[in-house]
């Protein structure tokens, strides 16, 4: 009787760490993919400092260099959520991020007749992921905070 218990408690015990192991395996999965998204917008705000910069805007150039920059820390954070190794964060972040300059860029030079709607589009895909950013920024805030004390 004692052994069917202890069999049964063990076998609770197994399902229960392996649910645990699967619902991080999830929330990994989803911190990596919004790190594709959040990378994705930040090339895309640097495409458009740049644009705003070749138009002598100057002021919403720097304002969309400041927001890229702010978007390419919460890339870093997001896969550091999705537990990839510090020393790879960085390059990963900046991979996705020149990706998607490099996709702006070529469209642009390739004269797409939709850019200026696909811009539009990108403009309200990124806003709609504004709070990602800013999850992911802070965590990356308080994992620094934490790693200097």
Same mark, same amino acid.
């Given at each position: ?17 392996? /649910? /645990?192991?699967?619902?991080?395996? !999830?929330?990994?999965?989803?911190? *990596?993919?919004?790190?594709? !998204? ?8 640097s495409f458009m400092s740049q644009l705003y910069a070749a138009q002598n805007q100057l002021i919403q150039a720097k304002d969309a260099a400041l927001k890229s920059n ?10 550091? /959520?999705?537990?990839?190794?510090? $020393? ?8 996705? *991020? ?10 642009? $030079? ?25 999850? *992911? ?13």
């Amino acid at each position: 009787m004692i052994r069917k218990i202890l069999s049964a408690g063990l076998i609770l015990f197994a399902l229960s760490a392996s /649910a /645990a192991e699967n619902e991080q395996a !999830v929330q990994q999965h989803k911190a *990596y993919s919004d790190a594709q !998204v959040l990378g994705r917008c930040a090339g895309f705000l640097s495409f458009m400092s740049q644009l705003y910069a070749a138009q002598n805007q100057l002021i919403q150039a720097k304002d969309a260099a400041l927001k890229s920059n702010s978007w390419r820390i919460a890339t870093m954070g997001a896969l550091l /959520a999705a537990d990839w190794r510090s $020393e790879n964060l960085a390059s990963t972040a900046d991979s996705i *991020y020149e990706g998607a300059i490099t996709s702006w860029r070529a469209r642009l $030079e390739s004269a797409d007749p939709d850019l200026s709607f696909s811009l539009n589009q990108e403009s309200k895909f990124c806003l709609s992921h504004n709070q990602s950013q800013e999850i *992911y920024r802070e965590f990356l805030k308080r994992i620094a905070n934490q790693t200097q004390n």
